[in-house]
Every structure is written in C-alpha cells, then in structure tokens.
C-alpha cells in the first residue's frame, strides 16, 4: 500500500506528527474466485475481488471521518491455452485494482483534511 500511495501523489513521512492525516488499514483483502468452467473442468472466467476498509485520523489520533470501505471488483477470461499470459494478465489486473484503490484512498482523505472540524 505504501507504494501505491506515493504513486497517487501521497507522501509518506517517517512519523505520524509529520502527517497531514493518518491512514490506518483495517482490513485488506484480495480474492480470486472461478465465475465459469469450460467443457473440461478447467476455470474459463474469473473474476478478481478487492477489500479494503479503513480509517483516517489526525496527528492526535482522533478520527477525521467514519471508516471508510473500498470495495473493486475485475473479471477475466482464462485462456487454458496461455497459462502464462493469463498469469501475467492476472498480475496487471491486481496492480491496476491497487492503484485504483490508491486513489481513491487519497481522495478520501483529501477530503476528510478539508472538511471542517465539528
């Protein structure tokens, strides 16, 4: 995560009292899951699910906004015949779901440094 965030336009310091806001994960996750089978048994469509639930705070630790949940989801077709291809596929499917993700995270916490204190 650390590096997705910096390639989002994030900067990470070397402590939270250097931080404009924290990001604390709460919980991630990533799955894989057969959507269809071929004639052969084999998976021909897959599809990728992300999690991610987390929260931000400020230097004092208190909570900026509610937890926030990012929740992408990627289908692909499995080529039983380009098993590598498929891997490296899979492989630039997860990258991209993880940048997303990224962004959408340093959207969010734009926004909760914007918002006004209540």
Not at 21 to 35: G, H, M, N, Y
Request: glycine share 4%; no cysteine; charged share 30%.
């Amino acid at each position: 995560m650390k590096g997705l965030l910096r390639s989002a336009s994030g900067r990470l310091t070397a402590s939270p009292n250097e931080a404009g806001v924290v990001v604390k994960v709460l919980r991630e996750d990533i799955r894989r899951r057969v959507l269809s089978m071929g004639s052969t048994g084999k998976s021909s469509e897959m599809e990728l699910d992300y999690y991610l639930r987390f929260q931000f705070y400020d230097k004092q630790e208190k909570p900026l906004m509610e937890e926030q949940t990012i929740e992408l989801s990627r289908e692909y077709f499995n080529d039983q015949l380009a098993i590598l291809a498929k891997e490296s596929e899979e492989m630039m499917i997860r990258k991209e779901i993880y940048k997303q993700a990224a962004r959408m995270v340093m959207s969010l916490a734009q926004v909760a440094v914007e918002k006004p204190t209540r």
